[in-house]
């Protein structure tokens, strides 16, 4: 099957004789430029055009037309050819359109010679250009392979050319316009151009353009115009979505974690050769120090200089190649947070601004960021699969390694710290499922927690109060139980039809803030009972707790802390990664300082609510 | 086309173009030779294993093998454990892939072994070999063949080194016994 190419995507090809078929639905130039290398034009001669259709391994139409089939071999062009750019140009002085902007987007395909597609590309999001390098088949390790490109030039064919590096550019952007236009006046029926866009066929509306994007995939995020190809040598420039997947959302999901593996292995790579330099200067150092007759002297101060010098030579290896790496990552970062969608974006991501309740719940959701030591500013998101698959326990305890900021908060700091990450965690959830799918209760016994919930409250997002003292805490705890106990019945007996038609078959999520206030015994077996069974029937918990406070329990409540994911209100390194184990710092999702994103985001969602429960 | 090498053959990394090669592949083939006797047509499981030792200055710093497929750094990855061989002649059954330049500065020679994990002698092990690929084009850089093998169960195979700026490859094929490649470090140490 034909691979879809997004815009930067690139894909190998295994056939060197190609077709190239371009639908554009208005007439075009089509060609084909050459480049060494360096990436330029050698000469004149290193373009196939209408008006000199033929080069070694390029055969291109001679006259502008909606559809093009150009023929190319690449075994038989020239050896210093290491780029082919296809490229669509208008046709300028014949009353057509004068940009693509105002015609349907153009789609290639490059098929091999029996017809079959390798790729297909559809160039879209174009303006006001008139001339575009579609898709570029480059040469990479003795291979060629293809990248969608869609670089588009609103000088027209004069600024590619010149781009290519062509002196004489304008000259030959004359000619070839020159050679179409006469083209067109001599062909006994020339395509009339279209009078206006409704006498389009198959479009149903007849107002705008016909958006041939695909519907799964959000619009290729503003690019650097600077997306051509790389020299050679150089690694490729970062594309958000270059990754495995069936819709953008899983590609992203999926560059996500290899950039948080890529980072964790190539800190592993740092860390071991610099501690490989240690060990080997200290045992160095101690040869040395072991011998009596080398251990004072001039040959001694010798070794040891020898000794630190090849230390720090190793050491400056290992950064130089981590900074490498770190830097292709940090523009990899920086192409991709941008693009992620609501999920997995952080609070200060425009999408948030741009909030719109969504329509199917994602796959993942970002639970904070998660950081290095050797390169704090490189934070990749920490995505988590939805539905939760544990529960979360934002911890409001003042133990482990604190940062200053934190060390200078008090106990009830870190817990009104906790009690807002536990919102902001909420109201993640709330907003990127859609109305209805997800229900948050709240268990606040002492009702410490009532500042935090504020916002939750005061737009609605709370169907019902806090659960307050020890009645509270009793009568959630004891319908979510009955919840669970029904569905997973209703499962095993697969009868899920005969659950109660009340029930609320949405998600459910309970926030218990202040544990273990208000608890006796049988809350505490209970929630226990929900941590375990609930994730399996959409029964989540997200506990707000210092394990100090509930010492008393002893190791009975153990398995529970076991059970859940910690996430901390302030930056702390308890996360281990799953590859080499390093510990990385987490930070919450806490909304920026004076941001009012989270409360505009819930008052939205309460608009959108009451719209779909009139 | 491939070298077959001969023991102690050393051959530089280099590509003709005088690129360095990126990525390279071990790949290790065999199959189980047919037992002598009444059924002639079984054959015994014969489990063979490849591993990469990776040495630092003489000292072992990682280990890629199967119960450890990725080095902690990512750069030698082994793709998965095959426990019975292949069924006929041809590609590889294990396979081990170097990403040169991502190789931690401090690692100088890495160093590909086979052992039999069953342990089966070599002898009873038919049209087994173990070559080198430039894995960015599917070309086979060097060859060489284990059949003809004696009674020992493992082969130190070949090792990529540091050399200058690039890497080189030296075929080694000292046979071992042993059914990992741990039995197999005080055979290894002479060879670095």
Known sequence: ?614 | MGIDLSKGQAISLQKQDGGSLSAVRMGLGWQAAPRRGLFRSRTQEIDLDASAVLFADKQPVDVVFFQHLVSDDGSVRHTGDNLVGGAGQGGDDEAILVDLPRVPVHVDTIVFTVNSFTGQSFAEVENAFCRLVDETNGQELARYTLTGGGAYTAQVMAKVSRHGAGWVMTAIGTPATGRTFQDLMPALIPHL
């Open chain 1, 1 to 614: 099957m034909a691979a879809e190419l997004i815009r930067g995507q690139n894909h190998p090809l295994s056939d060197t004789r190609l077709e190239i078929r371009v639908s554009a639905g208005q007439p075009v130039v089509a060609g084909v430029t050459l480049n060494d290398d360096q990436g330029r034009m050698r000469d004149a001669a290193w373009i196939a055009h209408p008006a000199s259709p033929r080069l070694p391994g390029i055969e291109v139409s001679p006259q502008a037309a909606a559809d093009h089939r150009l023929a190319v071999d690449l075994d038989a062009l020239p050896a210093d050819v290491h780029r082919a750019n296809v490229l669509l140009a208008l046709v300028s002085g014949v009353g057509g359109p004068a940009s693509f902007g105002a015609v349907a987007a153009p789609a290639i395909a490059v098929t091999g010679l029996d017809g079959t597609e390798i790729v297909r590309y559809t160039v879209t999001d174009l303006t006001s250009e008139s001339a575009i390098v579609a898709v570029e088949l480059y040469r990479r390790n003795g291979a060629w392979k293809v990248r969608a490109l869609g670089q588009g030039y609103a000088g027209g064919l004069a600024a590619m050319l010149e781009d290519q590096g062509l002196p004489q550019a304008r000259q030959l952007a004359g000619t070839i316009n020159e050679a179409v236009v006469s083209g067109m006046t001599r062909a006994v029926a020339a395509p009339p151009p279209p009078a206006g866009q409704p006498g389009q066929p198959g479009q149903a509306g007849g107002t705008g353009r016909i958006n041939l994007q695909h519907p799964n995939r959000p619009a290729p995020s503003a690019q650097p115009a600077a997306a051509a190809a790389p020299a050679p040598g150089q690694p490729a420039q970062p594309v958000a979505g270059d990754a495995a997947g069936h819709t953008m959302e899983e590609r992203l999901y999926n560059q996500v974690w290899g950039m948080f593996e890529d980072l964790a292995r190539t800190a592993a790579a740092y860390r071991s050769a610099v501690d490989f330099a240690d060990s080997r200067m200290e045992r160095e150092l101690d040869q040395v120090l072991s011998d009596p007759a080398t251990r004072v002297g001039p040959a001694a101060d010798l070794a040891r200089t020898g000794a630190r010098a090849k230390h720090s030579q190793l050491v400056d290896q290992a950064r130089g190649a981590f900074e490498r790496d770190v830097a292709q990552l940090v523009a990899e970062s920086e192409v991709v947070e941008p693009a992620l969608p609501l999920a997995f974006a952080r609070w200060d991501n425009p999408v948030w601004q741009a909030y719109r309740v969504p329509g199917e719940a994602p796959m993942a959701l970002r639970l904070g960021d998660l950081s290095l030591p050797e390169r704090v500013d490189l934070r990749i998101p920490m995505l988590v699969r939805l539905p939760l698959q544990r529960g979360l326990w934002v911890d409001a305890g003042r133990h482990g390694t604190l940062s200053p900021e934190a060390a200078a908060l008090d106990a009830d700091g870190i817990r009104g710290l906790a009690a807002e990450t536990a919102t902001a965690v909420v109201a993640r959830l709330l907003a990127v499922h859609p109305v209805g799918a997800f229900t948050v209760q709240v268990i606040d016994p002492a009702g410490s927690a009532a500042a935090a919930l504020a916002p939750l409250l005061e737009t609605g997002a709370l169907r019902e109060a806090p659960g307050l003292g020890h009645a509270g805490v009793t009568t959630v705890l004891d319908r979510l139980t009955q919840r669970v106990d029904l569905v997973q019945m209703a499962i095993r007996s697969r009868a899920v039809d005969a659950l109660p038609p009340d029930l609320d078959m949405a998600e459910q999520l309970l926030v218990v803030h202040d544990f273990p206030h208000g608890f006796d015994d049988r809350a505490v077996t209970q929630l226990r009972y929900l941590a375990d069974e609930g994730p399996s029937v959409g029964v989540h918990l997200v506990m707000v707790a210092d394990r100090e406070d509930a010492r008393g329990y002893g190791p009975v409540l153990d398995p529970l802390w076991r059970s859940l994911l910690r996430v901390t209100p302030v930056p702390d390194d308890h996360l281990v990664d799953p590859w080499v184990g390093h510990s990385w710092t987490y930070e919450p999702p806490l909304a920026p300082g004076n941001s009012r994103v989270v409360s505009q985001v819930l008052e939205h969602l309460a608009v959108a609510r009451q719209r779909s429960t009139p």
